[in-house]
């Protein structure tokens, strides 16, 4: 019930394509739902957020996919730039609670090719 | 966002040794702060929970006494690993957030045993 699973596990996409990783969950009490971006031997670095009450949201180049139906959630990087080259993580918490914390997909290396 | 600070963010120490790492909020106070282990091309996995003032809740099969953490103020934590190992080398990354907010994430530290 805890779960999130990411897929794919590694995604080499062209310099100015799409790239899109796609995260389900099973606990229907999950409300919050962000996405980190990690560079080698950095910590993780929120990207963007979504919560159940809305289907999308867009920062810059950044979107969130939110299908609460199907319980899934992806997140698409619009016109890929080699730096965008870095591991990404979704996660998925029950906040408002005293015991809230982060559970993470198992992480998606993304490599943009110039 | 936030300013979530680790130091150090590299440390070798001899098997048997004792290491800190500390983890300070620099531009808010932490109400809660977590503790998380990552090996190479894994995801985050979350040790311990400590909230100001309080023991920290440890996640099951993380060895408290081998893993000490201590929050006794609202901007610094500080996880000692004891008895240090080989097994134990691994990225430790601390995150912190006030209240229900978003949780920031501090740089991560490598420990290496030898």
């Known amino acids: 019930q805890q779960q999130v699973k990411q897929s794919p596990q590694s995604l080499i996409v062209q310099k100015g394509g799409i790239s899109i990783i796609n995260c389900a969950y099973e606990n229907t009490a999950f409300d919050y739902f962000p996405w980190y971006q990690q560079f080698p031997g950095k910590g993780p670095a929120l990207l963007i957020a979504i919560r159940p009450d809305v289907s999308e949201k867009k920062e810059g180049r950044f979107t969130i996919s939110f299908n609460k139906s199907a319980k899934q959630f992806s997140l698409h990087i619009m016109d890929s730039q080699p730096g965008d080259s870095a591991t990404y993580f979704c996660?998925?918490?029950?906040?408002?609670?005293?015991?809230?914390?982060?559970?993470f997909g198992e992480g998606t290396q993304l490599t943009v090719n110039p | 966002g936030a300013v979530v600070s680790q130091h150090p963010s590299r440390v070798i120490c001899k098997s048997g040794t004792s290491v800190k790492i500390e983890c300070r909020s620099l531009?808010?106070?932490?109400?809660?702060m977590f503790w998380y282990r990552q090996f190479p091309k894994q995801s985050l996995m979350l040790m311990a929970t400590s909230n100001e003032g309080s023991k920290a809740t440890y996640e099951q099969g993380v060895e408290k006494d081998k893993f000490l953490i201590n929050h006794a103020s609202l901007t610094l934590s500080t996880l000692t690993v004891t008895s240090a190992h080989p097994e134990d080398s691994s990225f430790y990354i601390c995150s912190a957030r006030w209240g229900w907010t978003e949780a920031f994430f501090g740089q991560g530290t490598r420990l290496t045993v030898v």
């Open positions: 531009d808010f106070q932490a109400t809660t």
């Open positions: 996660a998925a918490s029950i906040e408002g609670t005293s015991g809230s914390r982060l559970t």
